[in-house]
């Protein structure tokens, strides 16, 4: 029995020790739980494609798009708080092939390309009829094409009517002395069928009647259309050939809508035609059609040319290049045609974000003016100076619409209305007074600033306001009192820190005011100190880029950046997320 116990407990401690050396193999190393941290350490982190940024996923790995490892999504980005700017990072670019121009002054002349034909000149075709009904004897042209004089024999023809004339003709010339009458009219009845006099002549001497009669052209050129052949019979009137004068030669190109301002009469244009392209031909516009082809939406543009050696010949395709001007033009800015994102009047462009560590573009609403050759004149929303991206823009635009930020096809509301360019005008001599306070406050010179106040309280007398209706109305109301009850109070300040805060409410409206209605100034600048009034921050309006603070006047005076900058003509657009209330981060001293 002890024995048989001895044995169970034998095999029990040889099972435990089994159990115990598998447990041991099994047991996961202390290096696979560090990884296992590692591995939630990075689910928190997301990870996206250098190239396709729109790519974000919780994990590391390849672009599904591209097959590019990806990267965490905090080396691509900078924090740029512009919602309008969309960063790439600079491998995203080089493979975007996206390339930038800086922009400069619009050139007034430019050159335009169109397109055409060249055509025979329609004054000079001519085409040869029957002068009598008879039948063709003989042809003497018997191809289109052929080259012919004026008063070459083209045919020969029979006609019994003319037979019977020219008896009607002898027997009147028997008696013309007694019936003078009926010679004169047999003699009508033949030159009305285009016989000569000198042919009329000759029937009376001989006393005979010609069968034939010679159909000869009219004029030198090439025989474009042989409507006969030998045996058919022809009435008056019928088409025999055609024959055009190739001297002459119409350059007839398509011009569309957008080209007309810059064509006019007497516009001299260079050449080329497919057959011949080293060599260049002048020509001078002579037409310019008054209706648009319906289909097209082209009209017709004409130029004529002598075609010295016959090198030119109708149905050649030409390339004309016609060097053009701007006519009243109302930009200083023209930008290439690749670097627009054309969606009517008012289109996008890219502009590079100048100082920014990582590439940055910011989306920009323009006004486009007319074309001129490969390029479009910008009625606003653009500066000489700024770089703007030529090629790549569509790469960049569809990467931020797939990223969720604003794009071509997602664009922010505009907070601006549209109002008459005299209320314009007025408000505009309202802001002007302002920045004579500000300059004032930024001097630290409180009498100053207190006259300058005059100054806003006449130019406020000479808005009319019914030039604006309905809510523009309404909001300019609010403005008025707001813009006037601030006046008031830092007329009567004692100190200039209090006239200080109350120009913080008068900055307010004049912002309000440039940023609903617009001003005619060609930029202005909203910026903003964030240490103003005890770190609270304050914005102020300002006409001149270099930060002149009038918060703190000359012990602070460069403390402040530019939040916002507003372009003559360009709607200030709502920027949803763009809080003017949060204190930036940065500024300067």
């Not at 790519?55 to 590391?60: A, Q, S, V």
């Not at 924090?79 to 390339?99: D, I, W, Y």
Request: net charge negative; with cysteine.
């Amino acid at each position: 029995m002890n024995k048989l116990f001895q044995n169970k407990l034998t095999l029990i401690l040889i099972t435990l020790f089994i159990g115990g050396l598998i447990g041991w193999i099994i047991k996961p190393s202390a290096s696979y739980e560090g990884h296992a941290d590692e591995s939630e350490s990075s689910s928190n982190t997301l990870w996206t494609c250098s190239m396709h940024p729109q790519i974000k996923l919780g994990e590391p790995g390849d672009c599904p798009i591209c097959g590019m490892d990806l990267i965490p999504a905090t080396q691509a980005t900078s924090g740029n708080s512009n919602p309008m700017v969309f960063e790439m990072t600079p491998e995203a670019v080089a493979m975007a092939q996206v390339h930038t121009t800086k922009i400069d002054g619009v050139d007034p002349s430019g050159e335009l390309f169109l397109t055409g034909k060249i055509q025979a000149d329609e004054r000079e075709n001519a085409s040869v009829t029957a002068k009598f009904p008879g039948r063709i004897e003989k042809l003497f042209v018997t191809f289109t094409g052929e080259q012919v004089r004026a008063g070459q024999k083209l045919a020969t023809i029979y006609s019994p009517e003319l037979m019977t004339a020219q008896r009607e003709l002898l027997e009147a010339v028997k008696s013309k002395a007694t019936f003078p009458q009926l010679y004169n009219a047999a003699k009508e009845k033949l030159r009305l069928w285009k016989l000569t006099d000198s042919q009329i002549s000759e029937i009376e001497q001989s006393g005979s009647i010609r069968e034939q009669f010679d159909i000869l052209s009219d004029q030198s050129g090439v025989v474009t259309q042989r409507n006969i052949a030998i045996g058919d019979y022809v009435n008056t009137g019928s088409v025999l050939f055609t024959v055009i004068n190739l001297n002459k030669l119409w350059v007839l190109l398509d011009a569309y809508e957008s080209d007309l301002p810059f064509l006019s009469q007497g516009n001299e244009i260079n050449f080329t035609v497919a057959g011949n392209s080293s060599e260049t031909f002048k020509a001078k516009i002579t037409f310019i059609d008054p209706m648009l082809n319906a289909n097209t939406r082209s009209a017709s543009v004409r130029a004529e040319i002598t075609n010295t050696g016959n090198k030119l010949k109708p149905e050649m395709f030409v390339t004309a290049s016609i060097k053009t001007a701007a006519k009243n033009a109302s930009s200083d800015v023209s930008v290439p045609r690749t670097a627009v994102l054309w969606s009517g009047k008012r289109s996008v462009v890219y502009v590079k974000v100048p100082n920014s560590e990582t590439p940055g573009f910011e989306m920009r609403e323009v006004t486009l003016g007319n074309r001129m050759g490969e390029n479009y004149l910008i009625e606003s929303g653009l500066q000489a100076g700024e770089e703007i991206v030529t090629n790549g823009v569509f790469a960049i635009d569809a990467a931020a619409q797939l990223s969720g930020q604003y794009s071509m096809m997602k664009r922010p509301e505009t907070k601006s209305l549209e109002v008459s360019e005299e209320f314009r005008n007025q408000i505009t001599a309202v802001a002007n007074a302002y920045f004579e306070i500000k300059n004032g406050l930024v001097k630290d010179n409180l009498s100053e600033a207190q006259k300058s106040l005059s100054g806003i309280d006449q130019s406020l007398e000479k808005v009319n306001m019914s030039l604006v209706q309905g809510q523009a109305h309404d909001l300019w109301m609010g403005m008025l009192r707001g813009i006037k009850d601030s006046n008031s109070k830092i007329l009567t300040s004692k100190e200039i820190e209090e006239a200080r805060k109350h120009f913080s409410m008068l900055s307010f409206h004049i912002l309000e005011m440039a940023e609903t209605f617009g001003l005619n100034k060609e930029v202005v600048y909203k910026d903003y100190c964030p240490m103003a009034f005890g770190d609270q921050g304050a914005y102020w309006l300002s006409e001149q880029k270099d930060i002149s603070n009038p918060y703190f006047g000359a012990s602070m005076l460069t403390c402040g950046e530019i939040k916002q900058t507003y372009l003559k003509g360009q709607p200030v657009l709502n920027l949803s997320g763009s809080s003017t209330s949060t204190a930036p981060t940065g500024h300067n001293h």
